[in-house]
T-cell receptor, first 114, second 112 residues
């Protein structure tokens, strides 16, 4: 079974402060981890995935297999970062192909105050 | 303009009635998914389909049914057996082997 836990339902920071949204997962195989974001009145959209190791809008996330975590970080939060953030996991087979079934965490609402 | 379309945006249903939510995509994606979004519970998978004429139950399939007769379409029926149907429903699609899910704008179902 695959499971994703986001321990914080709400997270508030001030503009310019560092922000870290926590994500822990449980999966016996080789996971594929993602962060999705939902801005107010917009569709849920992909923010980043661990395989690409890229930085999007200043956000980064490192997969820590030892701690089974995939925390999302940004050194200097901006007001426009205020949104709902979901961590998600997809299993992969031995050949590296994703199973496709995506399991989401409960979500964290980030509020960045001016 | 490629994308995934859910309709209607808002839907009201009387108790005891079945209702069908539409999801159409023109992205040529193989796989399609239905999620239910509730406050504090995140997104939970209802049903998914990776190929036409085939679909699998997700984590909360009870009270729901789907069909996948065409690659572009994956309608979800909320039956009268669903005990707590009032929720926000999201449809998504992706290419098999691809990583990016594309989400629809959602349908908010309210039982009155």
């Amino acid at each position: 079974a695959q499971r994703v836990t986001q321990p914080e339902k709400l997270l508030s920071v001030f503009k310019g402060a560092p922000v870290e949204l926590k994500c822990n997962y449980s999966y016996s195989g080789s996971p594929e981890l993602f962060w999705y974001v939902q801005y107010s009145r917009q569709r849920l959209q992909l923010l980043l995935r661990h395989i690409s190791r890229e930085s999007i809008k200043g956000f980064t996330a490192d997969l820590n297999k030892g701690e089974t975590s995939f925390h999302l970080k940004k050194p200097f939060a901006q007001e426009e970062d205020s949104a709902m953030y979901y961590c998600a996991l997809s299993g992969r087979d031995a050949g590296g192909t994703s199973y496709g079934k995506l399991t989401f965490g409960q979500g964290t609402i980030l509020t960045v105050h001016p | 303009d490629g994308g995934i379309t859910q309709s209607p945006k808002y839907l009201f249903r009387k108790e005891g009635q079945n209702v069908t939510l539409s999801c159409e995509q023109n992205l040529n994606h193989d796989a399609m998914y239905w999620y239910r979004q509730d406050p504090g519970q995140g997104l939970r998978l209802i049903y998914y389909s990776q190929i036409v004429n085939d679909f699998q139950k997700g984590d909360i399939a009870e009270g729901y049914s789907v069909s996948r007769e065409k690659k572009e379409s994956f309608p979800l029926t909320v039956t009268s057996a669903q005990k707590n149907p009032t929720a926000f429903y999201l449809c998504a699609s992706r290419s098999v082997g691809g990583y990016g899910y594309t989400f629809g704008s959602g349908t908010r179902l309210t039982v009155v």
